[in-house]
């Protein structure tokens, strides 16, 4: 997990002592231009507007504009564009 995610976690419930698999050098992907809110901490809350779908039988819901919406995003990052 990256450092910057795992602070919050890490002091709230585990009293600081949470450790990390890897640091921030290892979290770069090279090449990759996100236009993240703070580069120094490259993580967000992205609201997604809407209302879920619910199938023709009622029971089972979905979200299909959501999964469209965090395709996008992954697909900027993992890809670069």
Known sequence: MHP???EFPSNMFYEG???NG????DRLLPGVDFPWPNPDK???FYAQLGAEEISASGGCRHAGMWAQACARVC???CIGG
């Open 42 to 44: 490259p993580m967000m």
């Open 17 to 19: 002592t949470l450790q």
């Open 4 to 6: 910057c995610l795992s």
């Open 75 to 77: 697909g900027h990052t």
């Open 22 to 25: 890897a640091g921030v050098g």
